[in-house]
């Protein structure tokens, strides 16, 4: 499967964006996604997943009540709504698949950079 995301920009503290990921290839339905992102001088740190049926999600507590992951199976998208945006989520975000749920995420797409301003 390949991964394209978009949707990042510029935006103020408190105003929401929605990142979208696009897969392709391979069927979407049985990879687990999730998103990452990895600020300037900072390691890449996980974000949110949800499993294959999207029955389960998990959030980092730095994101919980603040951004939700969801996903489409007629559009094969992922998707990551983030609110309430402070000035430390500015890093460029990952999307990111697997095929098993204990594995490591071993698929990436390219970043797209979220900048908030204060």
């Known amino acids: 499967v390949q991964l394209q995301a978009s949707g990042g920009g510029l935006v103020q503290a408190g105003g929401s964006l929605r990142l979208s990921c696009v897969a392709s290839g391979r069927t979407f339905r049985g990879y687990h996604m999730g998103w990452f992102r990895q600020a300037p001088g900072k390691e890449r740190e996980f974000v949110a997943a949800i499993t294959w049926s999207g029955s389960t999600t998990d959030y980092a507590d730095a994101v919980k009540g603040r951004f939700t992951i969801s996903r489409d199976y007629a559009k094969t998208t992922v998707y990551l709504q983030m609110n309430s945006l402070k000035p430390e989520d500015t890093a460029v975000y990952y999307c990111?698949?697997?095929?098993?749920?204990?594995?490591?995420?071993?698929?990436w797409g390219q970043g797209t950079l979220v900048t908030v301003s204060s």
């Open positions: 990111a698949a697997k095929d098993s749920y204990y594995s490591n995420f071993d698929i």
